[in-house]
Nanobody, 126 residues
Framework: QVQLVESGGGLVQAGGSLRLSCAASGRTFSTYGMGWFRQAPGKEREFVAAIKWSSRSTYYADSVKGLFTISGDNAKNTVYLQMNSLKPEDTAVYYC???????????????????WGQGIQVTVSS
């Protein structure tokens, strides 16, 4: 009924750019913020970026700071991830997540989110 759907992934050459989108479908809902995580083959899911709606504060993993930009529209439960200067190590399945709770590990942690998309593949060729 309520779900997040990612789009905009695909194959890109190193140094290129992609913009991921995440939109809610079904019944509308409220969130404290939204974020992006990624998981490469054989690795654990890791934090990429997040946005806190009340202050419009943004948070980034050190590896993507200055290269990726998160933005969105709280009223539409929509979030974007602009990815520039992509590297092969950015190859992963990217997941959109919504923080509908005030508990958990916060914006940097998987436990801080309670609604997840199915993920979308991003492949960066060398």
């Amino acid at each position: 009924q309520v779900q997040l759907v990612e789009s905009g992934g695909g194959l890109v050459q190193a140094g290129g750019s992609l913009r991921l989108s995440c939109a809610a479908s079904g019944r509308t809902f409220s969130t404290y913020g939204m974020g992006w995580f990624r998981q490469a083959p054989g690795k654990e899911r890791e934090f990429v970026a997040a946005i806190k709606w009340s202050s419009r504060s943004t948070y980034y993993a050190d590896s993507v700071k200055g290269l990726f930009t998160i933005s969105g529209d709280n009223a539409k439960n929509t979030v974007y991830l602009q990815m520039n200067s992509l590297k092969p190590e950015d190859t992963a399945v990217y997941y959109c997540a919504a923080r509908r709770i005030a508990s958990g590990g916060g914006y940097y942690a998987i436990s801080g989110y309670d609604l997840w998309g199915q993920g979308i593949q991003v492949t960066v060729s060398s």
